[in-house]
Every structure is written in structure tokens, then in C-alpha cells.
């Protein structure tokens, strides 16, 4: 599917979905084309944020703990605000907000960009940059699990515990692979 295609069903996904307009939240996991789908958005001029704090991926571990703490227990704050300047939002750190975000956000159109696991998994072993610290410190995806599991495992953990987050709050994914057709 090309990436303008996916656009256009977002958008009308997004305007039958919602009575009065609102923000779109992606909370797919890194590596499962959130860039596309930020990208998508830019097309169609909705105003995206990708990752938040961007100056560098690395940003993220500077004080933003209190901040999505905040968030998480009143919907306000830092990342609030952030949120309420932007239509469209498509990675880090709305993954690790999912139930923050249907709580504070009752009307906003939530999507998951999605690959499978076990392509997801060797994804984010060839770029381990890809997420951060925020996906293994500050996602919340990890449980009790600790730093002792090989990155394999914990990665498999913050999968399966994403999936079940997106099943939980009734999700929908959209798988966003380039395939070849016969």
C-alpha cells in the first residue's frame, strides 16, 4: 500500500470515527512505520509531532520522568502541553501512555502502526538505537522484569506486553510492511 493511500484511509477513518475533530494518537512501538505515518500526516498538512523532545532521541531521559508521571496521574503538565500543540502524534512516547491517553484524551482517534513480533524484534536488534532508553526505562512495557534479560528477551516482553495493552483498550493496528505481490 503506498504511504498516500494509508493517508487517505487515516483521514477518513479519523473524520468518520470522531464526531468533533480531534488528536490522533499512534502508539505503535519504533520500527513499525511510525515515520511513514508521520510523514502521511505532514502530506495531508495536519500539524505531527514524531518524537517529542527531539533535539535528540537521548533528550528524552532529561527530566522527563516527572513529566510523564505527571501526565500519567492528571493529564497535565509538560506533555499535555505538548499534545495540545499538535493534530497528530506518531512514536515516542505515546506508546508507553496508552491507558494515559484513552484517560485524558477520550475523544482523540488512537491507532497502532504494527509488524510482527518476530520481525519487530530482529528490527530493533539491528537498530538498537531505535527507542531509546525511553522504551526500555520509561515505557512502563517492561514490568518487573530486570536489566539481567538478555535485550532479546526484554524486547519480546515489551512486545507482548504492548499487545496486550492494544487489546486491552481495543486498538486497531494497521500493518504498514512493504510486500511484494505476485
Known sequence: MKIQHLCWLLVAAFCCHVATPAVVFNVGLPRTG????????????????HV?????????ELGLSKHLAQFRQSGTGVVQ???????????????????????HYPNAFVVAT??????????????PQAGGSFLMKQAHL???????????ERLGIIYDN???LLNQYGIPRIDIAVRETL
Open 34 to 49: 511510525t515515520t511513514s505515518i508521520h510523514q502521511a500526516f505532514a502530506l495531508l498538512n495536519f500539524s505531527s509531532s
Open 114 to 127: 504494527w509488524r510482527d513480533r518476530s520481525s519487530w524484534i530482529h528490527s530493533m536488534s539491528a537498530n
Open 81 to 103: 502541553q505538548h499534545f495540545d500543540q499538535f493534530q497528530a502524534f506518531t512514536d515516542t512516547p505515546c506508546y508507553g501512555l496508552i491507558p494515559s491517553i484513552k484517560a
Open 52 to 60: 517529542m523532545f527531539n533535539r535528540t532521541r537521548f533528550d528524552l
Open 162 to 164: 504492548h499487545e496486550k
Open 142 to 152: 517492561l514490568g518487573d522484569s530486570t536489566n539481567k534479560r538478555s535485550r532479546t
